[in-house]
């Protein structure tokens, strides 16, 4: 059975199994899965915290779906995005990086990723990144019916790029940093009528 949308809110469909998800997430497969089982769900720890910002930045003009294709080379090359290690990268890595068809080789996104890396380690005197990013959530979350509800910035996520950009980071801007809060649970833009919505255990709503 296709995907339907019936009455629903623009961009919502009833699914094969029955269950209701965003139009991204309709078809089967990898988007399918990474919707179902991690989007908008809390990570824990700061090499993952990092790991999820260090993807949004690469994937800032190309479509997430690629990020996910190319995410097991990412983690093979970036060690799993340990921050001490990728902290620890120097040209010859750079260099590696560039020439490895399996990422996506952009010298300005590479070279981004270890300076955050860098900085990542500069605000553990401050309590880490992972409470930096999280002193950002907001006193409400969103609450889209339609796909044309969920928003692209905040007022939260202005002050994080800024914030960042402060401390040393970049490829962060507002945009890329409220997909970030949206794929870690900071906010909850699952549509309204998504059996997703309420999943992170953050927002009960």
Known sequence: MAPTHEDLPEGAVRCE?????PVWAAQQGLMRTYYD????????????HFERLVLEGFQAGLSWATI????????EV???FDVDTVAGFGDAEIDSLLTDARIIRHRGKIEAAIGNARATQQLRAGGGLV??????????????????????????????????RKNGFRFVGPTTMYALMEA?????????SSF??????IWND
């Not at 870690?184 to 309204?192: A, E, Y």
């Not at 997703?196 to 255990?201: A, N």
Request: proline share 9%; charged share 25%; glycine share 8%.
């Open 37 to 48: 089982t991690e989007w908008g769900m809390p990570v824990s720890g700061e090499n993952a």
């Open 68 to 75: 996910l294709r190319k995410r097991p080379a990412f983690r």
């Open 17 to 21: 199994d029955g269950l209701v998800r």
């Open 131 to 164: 409470d930096f990013l999280w002193s950002f959530k907001p006193q409400q979350t969103p609450r889209p019916e339609s796909v044309a509800d969920v928003p692209t910035t905040s007022p939260e996520s202005v002050a994080m790029s800024k914030a960042l």
């Open 78 to 80: 970036f060690c799993d």
């Open 196 to 201: 997703r919505r309420g999943s992170s255990g």
């Open 184 to 192: 870690i649970g900071i906010v909850d833009t699952h549509l309204l």
